[in-house]
Each structure stands twice: as C-alpha cells, then as structure tokens.
C-alpha cells in the first residue's frame, strides 16, 4: 500500500479480449455514441473525457472525482479475419467493500461485451427503445436471482436453447437464452435483448434492461414512450415476483 492509499482506496485493473464479428468503425460506434443499445446510455448518465481518439484503433474515456476517485475505460480495436479483435481496459480505484465490487465488476464486464457482440452481430445500426426495471426490496434476497429463473421456467437452460416465453411488456415471444450463469441472464428475441442481473449477489438488487429494436422508423417520443412501457410492466411484474 502507498503512501497516498487507504484502506477505503483500493486501485483496479480488469483487463478482457474478444473478438466482436462486426468491422472496428461499427464497433467504435456502438462503444460511443450507441451504448444503450447492449448497456445504457453511458455518456448522458456517466459525464466523461475522452483522452485518446485514434478512430476507428483506440479510445481511452476517464472520469475523475475527488480523493483521487478514477474510472477510465480502454479500447483497442484491431480488425481481423473473423471480425475485430476488442483489448479492453477498465481501470480505477474501488472503495469500501472493494472485493465484492470487484468481482462484481469482472462478471458485469464479460456480461456487457457478450451483450455488445449479440448486438453487432443481430440488431447492428438499428434505432433503440432502452429501459430499465429494478425489483423491491426482496429482490435483494441471497435466492432472488434464482427465483426470477425459476419463474420464467429457465432452470437448467443452455445457452443457444429457444424458449417459448410470455415476457412483461414483450409479450408470448421465441427468445433464445443467450447466456445464463449464476448471476446473469441474456434473452434475445427477434427485435429485443433483454438483460437481468442478479446485483443481489453483489450487495445491491436484481434488475434488468430492455433493449427494444422494433421501432427503426419511429420518432423519439415513440420510443421513449415505448421505454417507459417496457420499464412499467417489467417493475409490476418484478413488484409481484418479490412480494
């Protein structure tokens, strides 16, 4: 430990590779100025500055706080015979209960960047409806991730398995469970991605996020009026689930 750290400041490192099936000018695009399409409008909810712009090879955005407070985001991109090739760098310094925010961290990113590929690779360009839903207090419950699986009748689900679902706001849909593991759940859908994560195990909630695709033609009152739907009827379905 430093002079300059505490026991409360504790710097990170969270370094992953993947290779994304889309060229690097459409993956520069979808890391800057289209996040709420696979994660959430990042630039209007996290206010940062962008430190290197080599387009379409390396971009480097860091946010800073007081007491040394840091969280700088790196991409490296190098394109390749089966798409581009994504270096990533999410660096920082963590606080108080820092293991699990680590760990929490970690599993988020590989979540995040399998969700940026299923949006390359299926939904690439297309106009999004995001919202988002989080449950009550009994969504906190160690088994309340567990529960939300079970209730959608996903225990024991592969990954790449098609499910005949009746989903909040979506309505009876055929959605492939693009990823499934103990804390995280990936639906995709023929004009959605659906995201769930069990925060529950990282001392926070199960919530989720809706990434709609349908409304390419639409206005952006439709598809904020579309959000709003989805974030209404995924909050009365979670408010029933953890009653």
Do not use: C
């Amino acid at each position: 430990m430093t002079q300059n750290e505490s026991p409360q400041n504790h710097p990170f490192e969270i370094v992953l590779d993947t290779v994304l099936r889309a060229e690097p000018e459409r993956v520069w695009t979808a890391v800057t100025d289209g996040t709420a399409a696979w994660m959430y409008p990042f630039p209007e909810r996290y206010p940062h500055e962008r430190l290197t712009e080599d387009f379409p090879a390396r971009l480097v955005q860091r946010m800073e706080g007081p007491d040394g407070w840091y969280n700088q985001l790196e991409h490296v991109l190098t394109p390749g015979p089966d798409g581009t090739h994504l270096h990533y760098v999410h660096s920082g310094v963590l606080t108080d209960d820092w293991e699990q925010q680590y760990d929490g961290a970690v599993k988020h990113t590989w979540f995040y960047l399998h969700t940026l590929g299923e949006y390359l690779e299926h939904f690439d360009g297309r106009a999004v409806a995001f919202g988002e839903a989080f449950g009550p207090d009994g969504a906190t419950a160690p088994d309340a991730f567990e529960r939300f699986v079970a209730a959608l009748g996903l225990e024991g689900a592969m990954p790449g398995e098609k499910r005949d679902l009746d989903l909040p706001g979506l309505g009876r849909v055929e959605a492939t469970v693009d990823y499934l593991d103990e804390n995280f759940l990936g639906l995709r859908t023929g004009t959605a991605l659906v995201r769930v994560f069990g925060r529950n195990a990282f001392g926070d909630r199960v919530g989720l996020t809706v990434h709609d695709f349908s409304l390419d033609t639409a206005s952006e009152d439709e598809r904020r009026a579309r959000a709003a739907r989805h974030e209404a009827a995924w909050g009365t379905y979670l408010e029933g689930l953890y009653a």
